[in-house]
Nanobody, 125 residues
Framework: VQLQASGGGLVQAGGSLRLSCAAS????????MAWFRQAPGKEREFVAT????????DYRDSVKGRFTISRDNTKNTVYLQMNSLKPEDTAVYFC???????????????????WGQGTLVTVSS
């Protein structure tokens, strides 16, 4: 199984970025997908999650209304559209895959079996 995250970079506050995570080696629509992030010196934290069908999503409070998670099961890819970026969004962003069906969502890292390598997002003030 491989999860390949991309799309990170340097952006000014108020700007936008779109992260992508391409999955291979798994049956993509058997998996809940999520994005987590880890800022320097801080613990990894949940950002957003999406059910296998894409019909259910959820976000951490600090990104609600600014970030949108989506998936394309025909392309085995999950996305994170990030708008109105703030310096506190600076982190390495990781995508993760957790085996599940039935519209469930997972919020803790331990529920995800597979992780991408991370992509760095830097937001300057």
């Amino acid at each position: 199984v491989q999860l390949q995250a991309s799309g990170g970079g340097l952006v000014q506050a108020g700007g936008s970025l779109r992260l992508s995570c391409a999955a291979s080696g798994l049956t993509f629509d058997d998996y809940v997908m999520a994005w987590f992030r880890q800022a320097p010196g801080k613990e990894r934290e949940f950002v957003a999650t999406i059910s296998w069908s894409g019909s259910s999503t959820d976000y951490r409070d600090s990104v609600k209304g600014r970030f949108t998670i989506s998936r394309d099961n025909t392309k085995n890819t999950v996305y994170l559209q990030m708008n109105s970026l703030k310096p506190e969004d600076t982190a390495v962003y990781f995508c993760a895959a957790g085996l599940a069906r039935g519209g469930v969502l997972f919020y803790t890292g331990s529920r995800y079996q597979h992780w991408g390598q991370g992509t760095l997002v830097t937001v300057s003030s």
